[in-house]
């Protein structure tokens, strides 16, 4: 079994590759979910990091709704209807636990110096691998 995402972003993923939030969760996802995602499709996620660099819309949460979107689009969002359920059942997880889901308030209240946002992004991967899991029966 493959090592879960949570353990990936925990262990420091990303980090030495210089990955914004965005990024560590698309990649890692594409890493343990077996997505299929080549390295040109993986930097869609560049410019989500830093809430799409104005603090908007957190990156962490971004990159997990990108995996939402790979693992549960066949085609065309309008198509997926279960996509947009799961979208709003992340983000409402992931407001409950965080308090936000914009970059600004969770850099405030969970940057470090050391660690950057590895707590956002470790949030972020626990709570998608919950939903997958449960998606997936496990």
Known sequence: MKQPLSDLVESGYGEEHD?????????????????????????????????????????ALTGA?????????????HESPRVKELCVRFLEAYRARMGSIDCAPLKARYRSEELKCRAVVLESARILERIIGELQGG
């Open 65 to 77: 709704v990108m995996v939402i979107g790979r693992m549960f689009t066949r085609e065309r969002g």
């Open 19 to 59: 990955l914004n939030c965005a990024e560590t969760i698309l990649w890692g996802a594409n890493a343990v979910y077996d997505l299929g995602l080549d390295r040109n499709a993986l930097r869609l996620a560049a410019g989500f990091g830093g809430g799409m660099g104005v603090e908007a819309a957190c990156g």
